[in-house]
């Protein structure tokens, strides 16, 4: 018997905002600006929830190879105004987890994004997240 075992894919993003902790955490939290930064091929789905908040439930979809994919994530830590991180609890990954992290940094903010995720599909899920999934997340 043959058997893949899936490692963590992960990737790690940094930025630099001129503004303070606070202010990029309330932004972030904030789902309003999500449909304003994402791609076009992208959608936040919350309709009740405006805010994000602790254990709270975060509801996205994204366009690949031509279908619609809806991932939700609940909010596992929360640490205003440094950070927080939403796991999926249901969705097309094996796990995904996105950890969001605030430091402030000379005059503002220094923004680390970790996202951690693996596939299902074995090999299949590999090649695809070669082929596919991986440009996406960059």
């Not at 963590?8 to 902790?21: C, L, M």
């Not at 791609?39 to 994204?62: C, F, H, M, Y």
Request: proline share 6%; glycine share 8%.
């Amino acid at each position: 018997r043959y058997t893949v075992r899936m490692s963590v894919i992960r990737r790690q993003y940094q930025i630099f905002i001129d503004r303070p902790p606070q202010a990029v955490f309330d932004f972030f939290t904030n789902l309003r600006n999500y449909n304003r930064i994402l791609p076009d091929d992208q959608q936040i789905l919350n309709e009740a929830e405006t805010v994000l908040r602790e254990s709270g439930t975060l509801r996205w979809k994204w366009k690949q190879g031509g279908l619609w994919r809806t991932i939700e994530a609940e909010i596992t830590e929360w640490n205003p105004p440094t950070g927080f991180c939403e796991k999926q609890v249901s969705g097309p990954f094996a796990s995904y987890s996105h950890r969001h992290k605030f430091t402030e940094f000379q005059t503002g903010t220094l923004v680390a994004d970790t996202i951690e995720y693996t596939l299902p599909g074995g090999p299949v899920g590999l090649l695809m997240e070669k082929v596919a999934l991986g440009t996406r997340l960059d």
